[in-house]
Every structure is written in structure tokens, then in C-alpha cells.
């Protein structure tokens, strides 16, 4: 009896905590993809490198998984990972790349904190009923987000920004929708597998979009620099770190494994720090806490709302 109590307290805890270590992964490899990418634009036009890493990395997915004699999809199948292909890679992660072109990058990572609050918007309108606290909590920590970032508030006003803030917008809105719909759909087949096909495909058309409106530079004029930039977005932002992302996608709640968004910009603000002698000051250390405190109330009210679900079954 004690042998069984024992196994499934510590099943619990794995069920608990691999989730919960996969969107710390998130939270940090995210973060630090932010700098590779503005260093990687500098040299490059955005959205051909997006199409670059996300081929490479499509290609190392299917490669593995044709390797593994994985099942392809069938049907219907295809029709979702289009469509996802399109939410996730051509217009979010390659909007956003674009974007931080014209942009500063703490101004992207505030506009990169609105995608738990997009998610919590669509939730209501789909007849979703969220907790006050909940919603609170989300606008506290995205409140957190802004102080720390404080000093290019202000950016939103310059002219020069303008389209860039518009592109990253639109890009935090459709991967609010890319992730609902892979929650939604994720179990009908291999989400892995789906993943590789999404960034294969999505680079197919933006390499398309590139070469017709000749926006795109020879790969010999590209410098080593960039090479090692989309290396890094290849391998950890977007083999390994994806992996996390759809686990902790399918075992947590939307709405908990989006705050990766909320932590993202402070790890970048951290590592700029300490890559680059950037100053931490004291706006960063108040908008920490206020994050932390927002995140606290969305996790408290959300389990609290589970707890009360049960008893009322």
C-alpha cells in the first residue's frame, strides 16, 4: 500500500513538473532568441532568414521522423497543419523577425508580452468564462512588462516605428490564434512531426514571397555572423524549444503556458546585461515584481477554479 501511495504521489509530481520545466525552458530560450534575431537582421533581410531557419529546421523534424518511419498525415490532417503553417511561421514568427527591424528590441518584447492577453480576448469572445482575478492578473503582469521596459515607451510615438509596431501586432495576434489551435488540435496526430511539416512548408512560401518580390541576397554575401545567428534560432529557438513549447502546450492551460511571454523580455533585458554591459536599474527590479505578482494571481485563481470544478463534480 505504501509502495503503491509512494509511486503515485511521485507520478503526480512528474505529471506536475515536466510541464512546468518545459515552459521554464520556453521562458528563457525565447527570451534569448531576441537577440539573435536583431543581430541576425542586421545583415539580412528578415524575412529570408526566417524562411532560412525554419527550412533547416523543418528539414532536421521530417528528417528525424522519416528516420523513425513516422506516419505521415492524411486528410484533413494536411488542411490543420496549413493552416497552422501560415498562424504560426509565415505570419507570426516571420512578422515578428520583420519587425524587430524597425524596431527597438525592448519594444518588441513588450508588444511580444500582448499574446497571453490576445489569448484571454479570444477566449471570451468563444463564451469562455475566465475569473476576474485571472484577467486582472494578466493585465497586472503585462503592466510589469511595460515599466521594466519603460525608457522605449516612447517609441510607439516615432513615425520611423510605426510599421513595425503594426507588423509585430499582427503578429502577436495570429500566434494567440496558432496556439488555441494547436491545443485544439494537436491530439488528431503527431504534433512533432506536424511542427516540422508547419516550418518546411511555411519556408516554401516565404522563400516564394522573397524571390518574386526580390527582397531576398545571395547566400555567399551573407556574413558568418548571421550563419551563426540563424544556427542558434535553428537549434534552440526552434528544434528544442518548440518541443517544450507543445508539451507544456498540452499539459497546461492556455493561458499558463502563455506567461513564457510575460519572462521572455526579462531574460533578454538579463543577458543584455551581461552580454552586452547594458544597466540594470531599478524600473527592471519593480516591473520584475510586478510581473511575479501577476503571474501569482493568474495561477491562484486558475487553480483555485480547478479545485472548485472537482467539487462540483
Not at 35 to 47: D, N, R, T, W, Y
Not at 124 to 140: K, P, T, Y
Not at 157 to 163: A, H, I, Q, T, Y
Not at 253 to 264: D, L, V
Request: aromatic letters at 14%; proline letters at 4%; a positive charge.
Amino acid at each position: 500500500m505504501r509502495t503503491k501511495l509512494k509511486n503515485a504521489v511521485s507520478s503526480k509530481i512528474n505529471l506536475i513538473g515536466l510541464p512546468i520545466l518545459a515552459l521554464c525552458w520556453v521562458s528563457f530560450f525565447w527570451g534569448t532568441t531576441w537577440i539573435a534575431s536583431k543581430e541576425g537582421v542586421k545583415h539580412m533581410p528578415p524575412l529570408q532568414l526566417a524562411a532560412i531557419r525554419q527550412f533547416i529546421g523543418g528539414a532536421l523534424y521530417i528528417c528525424f521522423f522519416l528516420f523513425k518511419k513516422t506516419p505521415w498525415p492524411k486528410g484533413k490532417q494536411w488542411k490543420t497543419i496549413l493552416i497552422l503553417s501560415v498562424l504560426n511561421f509565415v505570419l507570426s514568427n516571420g512578422l515578428s523577425t520583420w519587425g524587430v527591424k524597425y524596431i527597438s528590441s525592448g519594444l518588441g518584447a513588450i508588444i511580444g508580452a500582448i499574446v497571453p492577453l490576445w489569448i484571454v480576448i479570444i477566449s471570451i469572445f468563444r463564451g469562455e468564462r475566465l475569473a476576474r482575478l485571472a484577467i486582472i492578473g494578466l493585465i497586472v503582469s503585462f503592466g510589469g512588462v511595460c515599466v521594466v521596459f519603460y525608457d522605449h515607451l516612447n517609441d510607439f510615438l516615432k513615425p520611423d516605428f510605426r510599421f513595425g509596431i503594426f507588423i509585430s501586432i499582427i503578429s502577436t495576434l495570429t500566434w494567440a490564434f496558432g496556439s488555441l489551435y494547436t491545443k485544439k488540435k494537436a491530439a488528431s496526430f503527431n504534433p512533432y512531426f506536424s511542427l516540422g511539416l508547419q516550418m518546411f512548408l511555411s519556408s516554401i512560401l516565404l522563400f516564394a514571397f522573397t524571390g518574386a518580390t526580390g527582397t531576398s541576397v545571395p547566400l555567399s554575401s551573407i556574413p558568418a555572423i548571421s550563419w551563426w545567428a540563424i544556427s542558434y534560432l535553428v537549434v534552440f529557438g526552434s528544434v528544442l524549444t518548440f518541443i517544450a513549447f507543445i508539451y507544456a502546450l498540452q499539459h497546461l492551460p492556455a493561458q499558463i503556458s502563455s506567461i513564457y511571454a510575460y519572462i521572455n523580455p526579462i531574460i533578454a533585458v538579463i543577458l543584455g546585461a551581461l552580454i552586452f554591459s547594458e544597466s540594470l536599474n531599478a524600473a527592471i527590479a519593480i516591473g520584475g515584481g510586478v510581473i511575479l505578482s501577476g503571474l501569482y494571481m493568474v495561477n491562484y485563481s486558475l487553480r483555485k477554479g480547478r479545485k472548485n470544478s472537482v467539487v462540483t463534480k
